[in-house]
């Protein structure tokens, strides 16, 4: 296979040995052959060149939370507690939802997701084998999971369970390796504790990890505390949820015991800043959290409640709203932001080969227009992508070694029939 070499770039690495570099990088396959200054044999003569000349180079994103079909529910029910935003706007709408409206949905927010650098994420859902075909035509890596509710009768418990199992054994490393999975119980709120056991079992039998919702708001914690006598992550712990490598959604309202039971069983945290200040559910204790030593990542949640997938805008919500709230200015550095979009990101959901540019790592990474008037001077890129940049200013996206966006268009799949598509079952729905 030809070497591919970008020259004359601006690299973020999210290397601690050498964060940013000017020069050369070398993509051998699928993996980052080099990084750095260019050398006499840095480039073979057969070699692709890119020229990188006013072109940013970093890792992909990796969102580690969202539901990505709910992009058919975006605008619908906004400015509402999370309980009332559930019961009476997204959950009427998504029994409505078939196989084909979560295939659209899912394609139009990967397009999103694709164009605006995040080249990883985790999916929560139901027609869970769309998502996972949508993910293998796109070029995208993708950690999916059967969300599984339980408040239904035992047998649709059941049917739940077996099609959860199934779409793990059916899709675990497939696509080239870019698609994994996981198994997830909703919340504890929403599945009753024997069944929570049973995923936990289906679980262990697959050597997967588990996600789940977890200590999103004050009154999922009260509920929990009146319907079974203790907190959620108590209550999960004593399930068994944390005997497996686990990833829990939110974790806003947290105590300092359970920051330490959560550092004990190393569970790590998708923090999601932006849904979490539009549902009014809280703000993480995220510097308290990262003090513990808890991998603590950034997820965008599904389009309903955020609005948009754009990951550098959690990285910047996630940088700015807790130096806010600490007095801090230092509580969250535009580095460790840019960690937990990036490199965290990839380690919370156990890829270890993925989110930093150096040798030896998957070449998933992302390209940005830095001859922009609001990304100059050149003095400081790792500030600059936090505080300044933005979704639109992707330009180019790799996953794999495999080009899937160039020159902000895409080219795995066809965005003008997706949104078509969508528009049309958006309009069957609720149009």
């Not at 750095?36 to 057969?46: A, H, L, M, Y």
């Not at 529910?73 to 709408?93: F, H, S, T, Y």
């Amino acid at each position: 296979m030809t070497d591919t070499v970008i020259i004359n770039g601006s690299f973020i690495t999210m290397d601690p040995a050498q964060p940013y570099v000017e020069g050369v990088m070398v993509i051998k396959g699928d993996r980052i052959d080099y990084v750095g200054p260019e050398k006499q044999d840095s480039i073979s003569k057969d070699a692709r060149i890119i020229n990188g000349r006013h072109k940013l180079y970093m890792p992909g994103l990796v969102n580690t939370h969202g539901h990505a079909a709910m992009t058919l529910l975006r605008g619908v029910g906004d400015d509402l507690a999370l309980q009332v935003w559930l019961e009476e706007k997204m959950w009427p709408n998504e029994a409505k939802f078939t196989s084909e409206d979560v295939k659209w949905g899912t394609l139009l927010a990967i397009l999103e997701m694709m164009k605006g650098g995040t080249t990883c994420f985790v999916d929560m859902y139901d027609h869970m084998n769309e998502v996972a075909l949508a993910v293998e035509q796109s070029g995208m890596r993708g950690c999916l999971t059967r969300g599984v509710i339980g408040l239904c009768p035992p047998d649709v418990q059941d049917a739940k369970l077996a099609e959860a199992k199934q779409f793990a054994r059916d899709w675990h490393g497939k696509a080239d390796g870019r698609i994994t999975t996981m198994m997830a119980p909703h919340a504890a709120y929403t599945c009753p504790p024997d069944y929570i056991e049973r995923i936990v079992e289906a679980a262990h039998e697959l050597n997967l990890p588990l996600h789940t919702h977890m200590s999103e708001t004050a009154a999922e914690v009260e509920q929990n505390v009146k319907q079974y006598g203790s907190r959620p992550p108590e209550h999960l712990a004593k399930l068994g949820v944390f005997s497996r490598p686990c990833l829990v959604a939110h974790g806003v309202h947290l105590t300092d015991e359970e920051i330490a039971l959560l550092q004990k069983h190393d569970v790590r945290i998708s923090h999601n800043p932006g849904s979490n200040l539009k549902l009014a559910s809280g703000i993480a204790r995220v510097p308290d959290l990262l003090k513990a030593g808890i991998k603590v990542s950034l997820g965008t949640d599904g389009a309903a409640s955020n609005n948009n997938l754009d990951m550098f805008e959690e990285m910047r919500l996630a940088a700015l709203i807790h130096k806010g709230v600490s007095g801090d200015p230092v509580s969250i550095p535009a580095e460790q932001a840019l960690r937990m979009g990036t490199l965290e990101g990839a380690q919370s959901i156990w890829l270890e080969d993925v989110g930093s540019l150096k040798q030896g790592m998957k070449a998933d990474f992302i390209a940005l227009d830095a001859d922009q008037p609001h990304l100059l001077p050149k003095s400081n890129y790792l500030s600059h992508v936090v505080y300044s940049a933005s979704a639109n200013d992707v330009t180019d996206v790799y996953v794999n070694g495999k080009q899937i966006v160039r020159d902000r268009q895409c080219l795995t799949l066809d965005e003008e029939k997706i949104k078509a598509e969508f528009r049309q079952r958006f309009s069957a729905l609720l149009g």
